[in-house]
């Protein structure tokens, strides 16, 4: 058997294989609730055949949402429409299922990328924008710095947020802690400047983080992890030092994996993309911890995902692009690799000619 498709552990959740499929905004809810286009999407990558599928990044606040369109858990209402949607899932697959927990900070508040993703003003729908310190990203709306009162607001509504998906039946919590969204725009010295115990020195910017990680893993029982970016790939800004740090941190407090991706933090960002870009971050990060790793980020052959487990630089890889472009992309590299996957009854008929016994049932 591949390395690819060994069974593999994140904190007490077994996943079937070492592949994940990464979250990715949808821009299609109504009001913070799934629609018809959730079970669609979900429905359709959850017969992919991969190990766990963490839903896109869902606002644990309405300001909290990158466009009016994303997915929220600030309410029990929410929290139930988001039950029913993974209900609907665990019907017909054996999927796992994690959701990642988020808030924009400055970067909230603009348009479907498909619609230019420009900031929205208030007459177009958007609203203010809050973060560490009141610096713009890019050519988005000066945000509100943070008050005290409203960290303290932020960290209940991750709490709540965690709650409410372990209610709804979620396997898994990931944090987004990633591409210049809020808990990064406090890890960066580049966005956050506060002169408060939530700025300046490494540890006082990778205290939210920190505090809001305890307090989800006191109030949930499911295993927590946490998405970074490892670096702002910019000088002055979050790096693979710091991104370490903050791993080994995370790790004591009993953290399931880290995530690792980078970027988008910074428009000075100088970032030359080629297929495993962000592997060696990952692989940095692995060789300090003992919590998985796992690597994404161009990631779309199965020997590259076979080679990136069997040489140990993550425990598990996660594809995001490649998974939409090829929803079967676990039975092709099963194939490939010379594996098995269980598929739904309903498909076994399909299985190729040349591939007999690539099914398991
Ligand atoms: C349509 C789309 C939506 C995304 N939304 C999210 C998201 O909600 N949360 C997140 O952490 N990353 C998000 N990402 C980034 C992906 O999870 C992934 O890290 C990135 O696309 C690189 O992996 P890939 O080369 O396999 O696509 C998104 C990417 C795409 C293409």
Redesign the pocket.
């Known amino acids: 058997m591949s390395h690819l498709f060994s069974q593999g552990q994140l904190g007490d959740l077994t996943l079937s294989n070492r592949i994940i499929i990464?979250?990715?905004?949808?821009y299609s809810a109504a009001e913070g609730a799934p629609t018809d286009w959730h079970s669609v999407h979900l429905g359709t990558l959850a017969q992919s055949g991969a190990g766990l599928l963490i839903i896109?990044?869902t606002s644990v606040t309405p300001e909290g949402r990158?466009s009016p369109w994303d997915l929220g858990i600030w309410s029990d209402e929410l929290g139930d429409a988001l039950q029913r949607e993974v209900e609907k899932i665990r019907r017909w697959s054996p999927i796992k299922l994690g959701i990642?927990l988020?808030h924009a900070g400055r970067k909230a508040s603009v348009d479907a990328?498909w619609k230019g993703g420009k900031a929205l003003s208030g007459s177009e729908g958007g609203w203010e924008t809050l973060a560490p310190s009141s610096l713009a990203f890019s050519e988005n709306p000066t945000p509100k710095a943070m008050s005290s009162e409203e960290i303290a607001q932020i960290k209940q509504a991750f709490v709540d947020g965690a709650r409410r998906a372990q209610r709804a039946g979620f396997d898994l919590i990931?944090l987004?802690a990633?591409?210049g969204y809020l808990l990064h725009q406090f890890l960066s010295p580049l966005s956050n400047q506060r002169t408060d115990n939530y700025g300046g020195s490494p540890e006082n910017r990778m205290r939210l983080v920190l505090e809001i990680f305890d307090e989800v893993k006191a109030a949930v029982s499911l295993p927590v992890g946490v998405?970074i970016s490892a670096t702002d790939w910019t000088e002055g800004g979050w790096d693979i030092d710091g991104s370490i740090q903050l791993a080994r941190a995370l790790e004591g407090r009993g953290c399931a994996y880290i995530?690792v991706?980078s970027g988008g933090l910074s428009p000075a960002q100088q970032i030359t993309i080629s297929p495993n870009y962000?592997v060696p971050f990952a692989q940095q990060i692995q060789q300090q911890v003992a919590m998985p790793a796992i690597a994404?980020?161009?990631?779309?052959e199965p020997e590259q995902a076979e080679a990136i487990i069997a040489t140990g630089q993550a425990e598990f890889i996660?594809?995001?692009?490649?998974?939409?472009y090829d929803p079967r992309w676990p039975w092709h590299a099963a194939a490939k690799l010379g594996d098995k996957i269980a598929v739904a009854p309903q498909y076994q008929r399909s299985e190729p000619h040349h591939l007999r016994g690539l099914f398991s049932v």
């Open positions: 990464a979250p990715m905004c949808q896109e990044a990158i990642q988020g990328p990931e987004h990633a591409h998405r995530h991706s962000q994404v980020g161009l990631i779309t996660a594809l995001a692009r490649g998974m939409l």
